[in-house]
């Protein structure tokens, strides 16, 4: 079994920054990709930054050039650093990393949520 907890989120104003952490516990032999998606109210769960083990990152159109996706592999923790943040940022950020490898095979894993709100 393998748990994400993410830790970071909560209330900024437009313009302002948060960082988001996301800690990876448990029985597992690699973990090779981790990222972050959002859920806005009302709009399906999309992607929004991934980062595999040797550091190759991929972003979201909306989110490049504000968001910054980082690792520490000894940890088994993904951050997300979130400058310039705009009201459409408003979401539940939730940390995933797909395809783990365990003794069973490979399974993907999510957090539960941390609750982003930037106020205009």
């Known amino acids: 079994q393998v748990q994400l907890v993410e830790s970071g989120g909560g209330l900024v104003q437009a313009g302002g920054s948060l960082r988001l952490s996301c800690a990876a516990s448990?029985?597992?032999?690699?973990?090779?990709?981790m990222g972050w998606h959002r859920q806005a109210p009302g709009k399906q769960r999309e992607l929004v930054a991934t980062?595999?083990?040797?550091?190759?990152?991929n972003y979201a159109d909306s989110v490049k050039g504000r968001f910054t996706i980082s690792r520490d592999n000894a940890k088994n923790t993904v951050y997300l650093q979130m400058n310039s943040l705009e009201a459409e940022d408003t979401a539940v950020y939730y940390c995933?990393?797909?395809?783990?490898?365990?003794?069973?095979?490979?399974?993907?894993?999510w957090g539960k949520g941390t609750l982003v709100t930037v106020s205009s």
């Open positions: 448990g029985s597992f032999l690699i973990i090779n990709t």
């Open positions: 980062i595999t083990s040797g550091g190759r990152t």
């Open positions: 995933a990393a797909p395809g783990v490898v365990t003794t069973r095979g490979r399974a993907d894993y």
